[in-house]
């Protein structure tokens, strides 16, 4: 194990190189908020197609199954979904 | 960065290394980026780093192979993992996005971004939970890891067969595997190739040996949350069903990954590999081959070289394999209860659809619908408002290609340090 | 002897503006035909940034009918058909530079002149606007002006009892005579008392005489982010210079930030001399985001989901074309109103409905519409136009 990861006040721990969206479901974290569409934020594709993994790290948004787990990184929910 | 323009190849899996050899073979230089931290595409997930390989020794005999002929191009060939793909633009300039952040205009992009599943809509398939089976093999390859908790497996298709004989390996047998179609036909499994045979076969005896449920002809019906976790009700021949899990993988085919990709006038854009015609591994490799090297040809003024037969026979092999695979599930979609939600980011129903009316126009259902307008471009929902709406014919993407390919953060976008001045041919 | 009229007035063009003509004409009990080569809002009305703006116009004609148009808008928004499509809100200019001072200093003068629906009520630093960025040298609050999303306007509009909807049929071609028009649907003839054409675009290829040109302009959506922190739109002083004084180099791009009711902001925007709505390039993107950014630093965080190119319909003179043909009275043409036509669609659909009814137009606007007459192309018309 190389680090933890936060998220809703929970310290988690990652396996070097993996996803966000992986460590959080090894930690049994399968829902990543509510999108403002009423969508249910959470892991479907793993390969960032989807955009269902939509989550927030510092002011950004992006697709936790393809953001790589950092010693100290705090994530929060995207809170606002997309659309066109 | 580089002082001559590349070539650009989107996808360090089979097709896209496959092909950048060959552009390094005839002397061009190639820039191969990847949105994964490692090369490998989907089919080569490599696992991350202190982690068992689940691969088998053919498997990784045949990427050990293909990253040697990248090496052998040496610095002929630069690979950025970590870094995606933002789209073309009608001058040509191709943004990029991650571990490098450039604006540039390629020499000739080739597109390798492989395949993505199709999943039908069922009843709960929204709900947190509930994913794909090809994120769980994802998870397998990276990891040697299962999701934790029960995990069902449902849907129709080969790759079924292949995640719940992975979870066995590691000891972690799915609960069941509800399988649309009866691919146990003899008969016409005769006809493919050798090497489908013994992989399924490998497949179904773990399974047999695990002891899974295997369900053949059963169709997923609905999916709620239970007491603890998920309940899913199905279909079989012997009457209804339910089983409780954590975690569902859905499967219901592979499609190109092909959504949002563009052409340009201003410079050559092949798509090679699984988004260009969804034929697996051996074909991806082939056909990054081939094209790689009539890209080459093309941009050096030489003779193209002839076509490779590997495609004709993947592709035999792959409508045989459908054929065995053919079920009527799709039918069910005309039984949804109307609350069902048909795309997934916008959360609209088969009601929002059918209020629509009988024909919908492109327009009408993007716009007035908001069907296939959010963040996935209908890569999910699509082929499924298109068979709902007719039945008959072959799905259509809605509307025109929305550009860029993906959603592309403002900060990315002013990130890119750009190099234009290279001027098109 | 010429069949009698199925209808008294066809509309070629389902647009914002030939939706707000049918939509005074069946008020007035007319039978209404809408004919549209595709669909409802299917061009630059689809397209549109929804302002309803009178601060963009051109002093002179422009600047009075958009006046009136806002006023009429409001009106028809208070409880009546586009209530629900207009949106009233707070609109803010912005400028850094002389070129764009000056540009905040001419429409605080035109809009004093107007003395019309507009106001300014606020003019000061980047402070007086929370989240501005703080490079902006100066930024002017107006009140009166507001959003209205060009499809919903058209679908409230076509939803009048009255007018029969005929899509998707191109009108390929038409013949006027003395008792009225008969249109050539390709499979199908239609016979109207009166054609109004508002083809937009697709002008030039019913009218070949009226030089109607397609001005393509690059937008952004971006994802959803927290609403209600820019409270309306945020325009760069340098897009009035663009719409007033044309050909004028502009000194930094011409941004415009639209918020939009989902939270999302609409972002744009560029004129170019094209009609692809496909043609979108990332370095424009960039220029247009990079000032965007800097007026409105929250945009920093959001992702752009979709870019593409609105295409509007552009006259050589800056000003639309709206009145009877000179020498073929019965067609009726109101068209050209190049990123105008969100704001004057209310106003010209009532007179441009009056003129087809053989009715004088409002007293007040006279004039002004005159300006706009197809009768200024005279010498181009006779060569094309039956």
Redo the contacts between chains.
């Keep these: 194990m190389s680090g933890v990861i936060h998220w809703q006040g929970r310290a988690l721990p990652y396996r070097a190189g993996e996803s966000v969206a992986s460590a959080l479901l090894r930690a049994g974290v399968f829902s990543f908020g509510r999108?403002?569409t009423g969508q249910t934020l959470a892991l479907f594709c793993g390969i960032g197609q989807c955009q269902g993994c939509l989550i927030r790290e510092g002011?950004?948004?992006t697709e936790a199954c393809l953001l790589a787990c950092r010693d100290g990184m705090v994530l929060t929910p995207a809170a606002?979904?997309?659309?066109? | 960065m580089m002082s001559e323009r590349p070539v650009v190849v989107v996808g360090a899996g089979l097709a896209g290394l496959a092909a950048a050899t060959e552009l390094a073979r005839a002397g061009l230089v190639v820039l191969v980026v990847d949105q994964a931290q490692a090369a490998g595409g989907a089919v080569h997930r490599q696992p991350l780093e202190g982690v068992a390989a689940v691969a088998s020794a053919a498997q990784a005999r045949r990427w050990s192979g293909v990253m040697a002929g990248v090496q052998a191009q040496g610095a002929r060939i630069t690979l950025r993992c970590g870094t995606r793909f933002?789209?073309v633009?009608?001058?040509g300039?191709v943004?990029l996005s991650g571990a490098l952040n450039a604006?540039i205009r390629p020499r000739a992009l080739v597109l390798a971004v492989g395949a993505r599943e199709a999943v039908q809509p069922r009843p709960g398939w929204t709900l947190p939970g509930v994913m794909t089976a090809g994120a769980i093999q994802t998870r397998i390859k990276t990891l040697a890891e299962a999701p934790p908790g029960r995990v069902l497996l449902a849907g129709s298709g080969p790759l079924l067969l292949a995640v719940g004989a992975e979870m066995c390996r590691l000891g972690r047998p799915p609960v069941a595997l509800i399988e649309a179609a009866r691919p146990l036909q003899p008969l016409a499994a005769l006809g493919l190739p050798l090497a489908y045979l013994a992989e399924a076969a490998g497949y179904l005896a773990r399974l047999l040996r695990a002891r899974v449920p295997l369900y053949w002809g059963a169709h997923l019906t609905r999916i709620e949350t239970g007491e603890a976790g998920l309940l899913a009700h199905f279909d079989t021949s012997k009457g209804p069903r339910r089983i409780g899990a954590e975690v569902i993988g859905l499967h219901d085919g592979i499609r190109p990954n092909d959504a949002g990709l563009?052409a340009s006038a201003a410079l050559p854009v092949l798509r090679l590999g699984d988004c260009r015609e969804a034929l697996g591994a051996r074909a991806a490799l082939a056909d990054g081959s081939a094209g790689g090297a009539a890209l080459a040809a093309r941009l050096l003024g030489r003779a193209a070289p002839p076509a490779a037969p590997e495609l004709d026979r993947q592709r035999a092999a792959q409508a045989r394999l459908a054929r065995i695979y053919a079920h009527d599930g799709a039918a069910r979609l005309a039984d949804l209860p109307d609350d069902t939600v048909i795309c997934r980011c916008e959360m609209r129903t088969l009601a929002d659809l059918r209020a629509l009316g009988p024909a919908p126009?492109a327009?009408?259902l993007r716009?007035d619908g908001r069907f296939a307008m959010g963040?996935c471009q209908g890569r999910f929902c699509a082929e499924w408002v298109g068979r709902i709406i007719a039945p008959t014919t072959a799905p259509q993407p809605i509307g025109?290609t929305?550009?860029?390919t993906r959603?592309?953060?403002?900060?990315d976008?002013?990130a890119?340090s750009?190099d234009?001045e290279g001027e098109t041919e | 002897m010429a069949p009698t009229p199925e209808f008294d007035v066809a509309v070629a063009g389902a647009g914002i503006v030939g939706a707000s003509v049918a939509w005074h004409l069946a008020r007035a009990g007319l039978r209404v035909a809408v004919i549209d080569a595709?669909?409802p809002?299917?061009a630059a009305s689809?397209a549109s940034d929804g302002a309803v703006s009178v601060a963009s116009k051109k002093p002179g004609p422009m600047a009075r009918l958009a006046s009136g148009s806002l006023l009429y808008t409001r009106e028809l928004a208070a409880g009546g058909v586009l209530a629900g499509a207009f949106q009233a809100r707070p609109a803010y200019v912005f400028g850094t530079g002389a070129v764009e001072i000056a540009a905040l200093d001419a429409l605080i003068a035109k809009l004093h002149t107007l003395a019309g629906p507009v106001r300014v009520v606020g003019d000061g630093p980047a402070a007086l606007l929370p989240g501005l960025g703080d490079q902006v040298e100066r930024v002017v609050v107006l009140a009166g002006e507001g959003h209205m999303p060009g499809?919903r306007a058209v679908r409230a509009y076509l939803a009048a009892p009255g007018i029969t909807p005929i899509w998707?049929a191109p009108v390929a071609g038409f013949e006027a005579d003395a008792t009225g028009v008969t249109l050539d649907l390709g499979g199908r003839r239609l016979r109207a008392g009166v054609l109004v054409a508002a083809l937009g675009v697709s002008t030039p290829a019913l009218l070949p005489g009226l030089p109607v040109l397609p001005r393509a302009g690059q937008l952004i959506?971006?994802?959803?982010?927290?609403c209600g922190a820019l409270p309306g739109s945020l325009t760069a002083a340098a897009y009035l210079v663009a719409k007033t004084a044309a050909g004028t180099a502009l000194p930094r791009p011409p941004v415009v930030i639209d918020p939009l009711a989902?939270?999302?902001y609409l972002i744009g925007s560029s004129r170019e001399d094209h009609g692809d709505?496909?043609?979108?390039?990332?370095?424009t993107?960039?220029l247009l985001?990079?000032r965007a950014?800097a007026a409105w630093p929250a945009?920093?965080?959001?992702?752009?989901?979709?870019?593409?190119a609105g295409v509007r319909a552009a006259v050589p003179d800056g000003l639309p074309i709206v009145g009877p043909l000179p020498d073929v009275p019965r067609v009726i043409v109101a068209t050209g109103f190049e990123g105008d036509g969100i704001c004057l669609s209310a106003l010209i659909g009532r007179e441009v409905a009056l003129m087809a009814q053989g009715l004088a137009p409002g007293a007040e606007w006279a004039a002004d519409l005159a300006a706009l007459s197809p009768a200024r192309f005279t010498a181009l018309r006779r060569e094309g136009v039956a």
């Design positions: 999108a403002a002011g950004r948004v606002g979904g997309d659309d066109v | 933002g789209g633009d009608h001058t300039a943004l604006l563009t126009t327009r009408a716009l963040a025109a929305r550009w860029p959603p592309i953060a403002v900060a976008l002013l890119a750009e234009l | 595709t669909g809002a299917a689809g499809h998707p959506v971006t994802d959803r982010g927290p989902t939270g999302q709505p496909s043609r979108v390039d990332f370095a993107l960039r985001l990079a950014v945009l920093r965080d959001r992702r752009v989901i979709r870019a593409f």
